[in-house]
């Protein structure tokens, strides 16, 4: 069956340091995404992808960077971790059409120190 | 701007009781909504997605009503179980983002199933 995973599912890492977080799906779809959630707002888009080297800015981009090399992945990178990016991470992807589904990873939960 | 509000914010309820969740957006153009649930711990889960030509749509137990012109959605569970204990999440479309997929998310309304 095909499936999106997020790795790792928990990190723990210090204020400075970089840090990917990845995320794989075998939908083949074309668009990929990346949310965080917080308490007290909903989910919030950080980047997207509608294809291979194709990536977007979303409403939080500061401090995070995606690439988009295959159509399975897109790898989130913060450049230099910090507490304010204490958070849950989801991976979606998407058909191309708005109105399909989007389907979401099990998350990441992330800790800056 | 554009925004998704929801309503409760938090709900207890006993198993085998009926609830209805409210949902209100000012995003325009409008596309389409979705409503998600979300259990503690896992990714949101599609429940329902609705176009501006529908009006209610049913998945199971959960049924959902769009009002496009006052702007407005419930989602109502019938006869909850334990597992309905989740946060729903309300999602809206905008047109012109048809074709990418950009979502604009509600905050959620926590539901909370007792025995």
């Known amino acids: 069956d095909a499936e999106i995973t997020q790795s790792p599912r928990h990190k723990i890492t210090e204020t400075g340091r970089q840090v990917t977080l990845a995320c794989h799906q075998t939908?083949?779809?074309?668009?990929m995404f990346w949310y965080r959630q917080d308490l007290g707002h909903g989910l919030r888009l950080i980047h997207y992808?509608?294809?291979?080297?194709?990536?977007n800015k979303g409403e939080v981009s500061d401090g995070y960077s995606v690439s988009r090399s295959n159509t399975e992945d897109l790898p989130l990178t913060l450049e230099s971790a910090a507490s304010s990016q204490t958070s849950v991470y989801f991976c979606?992807?998407?058909?191309?059409?708005?109105?399909?589904?989007?389907?979401f990873g099990p998350g990441t939960r992330l800790t800056v120190l | 701007k554009n925004q998704v509000e929801q309503s409760p914010q938090s709900l207890i309820i006993l198993e085998g009781k009926n609830c209805t969740l409210q949902c209100n957006y000012t995003v325009s153009p409008f596309s389409n909504l979705r409503w998600y649930k979300q259990d503690t711990g896992r990714g949101p889960v599609s429940l329902t997605i609705?176009?501006?030509?529908?009006n209610t749509k049913s998945n199971g137990r959960y049924t959902a009503t769009l009002d496009a012109d006052t702007k407005q959605s419930s989602l109502h569970i019938t006869a909850s179980q334990l597992s309905d204990s989740a946060s729903y999440i309300c999602v809206v479309s905008a047109h012109g983002s048809s074709n990418t997929g950009k979502l604009i998310f509600g905050q959620g309304t926590t539901l909370q199933v007792k025995p």
């Open positions: 992808s509608y294809g291979v080297h194709d990536t």
């Open positions: 979606a992807s998407s058909g191309p059409s708005g109105y399909n589904e989007q389907f």
């Open positions: 609705m176009t501006f030509s529908e």
């Open positions: 939908w083949n779809h074309n668009n």
